[in-house]
C-alpha cells in the first residue's frame, strides 16, 4: 500500500496561482504513472493531470495550457503548478495512480478561487 499526502492548498484570487504538492511513501513514481485529480462540491472526480514513468503528461482540456504537472522520482513527490486560476478551478485536489487510482485516497488538498 501507498500513503500519499497532498498539500499546497489554500484561497486565491482569480488569476493566481498555487502550486500543489503529493508526497508519496514509497520510491513508486518510476514505476507508475500518476495524476491530479479533483472533485468540486456536489461533482464526481475527475482527472486534471497525468504524468507516465516516461516523463509524457496530459492533460484536460479545461486546465491546458494553464496547468502542468511534473514529478521529482527522489523525492517521491508530484507537482501540479496552477497559473490563472478560475473560480471553476474551486475543488478538493488529489494525487492517485493513473489510470486505475487503486491506492486509498489521501485527505486532499483544498483548493479555492475566489476574490
Known amino acids: 500500500q501507498v500513503q500519499l499526502v497532498e498539500s499546497g492548498g489554500g484561497l486565491v484570487q482569480p488569476g493566481g496561482s498555487l502550486r500543489l504538492s503529493c508526497a508519496a511513501s514509497r520510491s513508486i513514481l518510476s514505476i507508475y504513472a500518476m495524476g491530479w485529480y479533483r472533485q468540486a462540491p456536489g461533482k464526481q472526480r475527475e482527472l486534471v493531470a497525468r504524468i507516465t514513468s516516461g516523463g509524457s503528461t496530459n492533460y484536460a482540456g479545461f486546465v491546458r495550457g494553464r496547468f502542468t504537472i511534473s514529478r521529482d522520482n527522489a523525492k517521491n513527490t508530484v507537482y501540479l503548478q496552477m497559473n490563472s486560476l478560475k473560480p471553476e478551478d474551486t475543488a478538493v485536489y488529489y494525487c492517485?495512480?493513473?489510470?486505475?487510482?487503486?491506492?486509498?485516497w489521501g485527505q486532499g488538498t483544498q483548493v479555492t478561487v475566489s476574490s
Open positions: 492517485n495512480a493513473y489510470p486505475s487510482p487503486n491506492w486509498d
